[in-house]
């Protein structure tokens, strides 16, 4: 038998949660998700539980802005061109600058 792996507070978590989502909404929360740093269940329990989420700068997250903000100026070269702005746009672009915020307070 394997040994039970325990979180830092010695919890077991052995319970499974789960929800549907749709492709859109997914794709917004991998985005969030690799902005945090955090592993996808850290985020979604902590935002569940309505838990802070501290973003502690690293590579992985620093290449997950690099990618957002590379996401960020391609759409706006788009709305540049005379297109229409789309709100997950300025979801991402939010949770950029709070990201990018928390970084510049430490």
Same mark, same amino acid.
């Given at each position: 038998m394997?040994a ?9 978590? /052995? ?13 917004? %929360? ?12 850290e985020?979604?329990?902590r935002? /569940?539980l309505?838990?802070e &989420?501290?973003?502690e700068?690293n ?5 997950a802005?690099k ?11 788009? &709305?540049?061109a005379?297109?229409?702005i789309?709100e997950?746009?300025?979801? %991402? &672009? ?10 510049r307070?430490?």
């Open positions: 394997s039970k792996n325990l979180d830092k507070h010695n919890r077991f978590r /052995c319970i499974t949660v789960g929800f549907r989502v749709s492709p859109e909404e997914n794709e917004q %929360i991998n985005r969030v998700v690799a902005l945090s740093g955090l592993s996808k269940q985020y979604c329990y935002k /569940c309505d838990m &989420i501290v973003v700068g590579p992985r997250v620093y290449k802005l990618t957002e903000l590379d996401a960020v100026l391609e759409e706006l070269k788009r &709305i540049e005379g297109q229409n789309n997950d746009l300025l979801t %991402i &672009i939010e949770q950029i600058n709070k990201t990018l915020y928390g970084f307070e430490e």
